[in-house]
Nanobody, 125 residues
Framework: QVQLVESGGGLVQAGGSLRLSCAAS????????MGWFRQAPGKEREFVAG????????TSAGSVKGRFTISRDNGKNTVSLQMNSLKPDDTAVYYC??????????????????WGQGTQVTVSS
């Protein structure tokens, strides 16, 4: 049974930082590209960042480029999202997701096979 469990969310002031982590189990982690998505109230879920199977390739949405960094540790089956210079617009539930069969992490959520339950990030102004 595949499980993705996010942690690290919380309340932070604008300009602050948070680090999200996602622990994976029940799958051969190194065979999957990983992505982070977020969904704000009343909005569609959107791609935030993705990372290739071996961690050498990363991609991110324009809205977070230069502020968020995705990384992974295949030895620990974890993927992380370091979020700096947070803005109120970053407030959302953040999800990690796993996709198999891709070289480049896809940005469409329907390409992902497994999802975590999400972790809330709230940025106050």
């Amino acid at each position: 049974q595949v499980q993705l469990v996010e942690s690290g969310g919380g309340l932070v002031q604008a300009g602050g930082s948070l680090r999200l982590s996602c622990a994976a189990s029940g799958l051969t982690f190194s065979y999957y590209v990983m992505g982070w998505f977020r969904q704000a109230p009343g909005k569609e879920r959107e791609f935030v960042a993705g990372i290739g199977e071996n961690g050498r390739f990363t991609t991110s949405a324009g809205s977070v480029k230069g502020r968020f960094t995705i990384s992974r540790d295949n030895g620990k089956n974890t993927v992380s999202l370091q979020m700096n210079s947070l803005k109120p617009d970053d407030t959302a539930v953040y999800y990690c997701a796993a996709a198999q069969g891709y070289t480049i992490p896809p940005s469409r959520d329907n390409n992902y096979d497994y999802w975590g339950q999400g972790t809330q990030v709230t940025v106050s102004s």
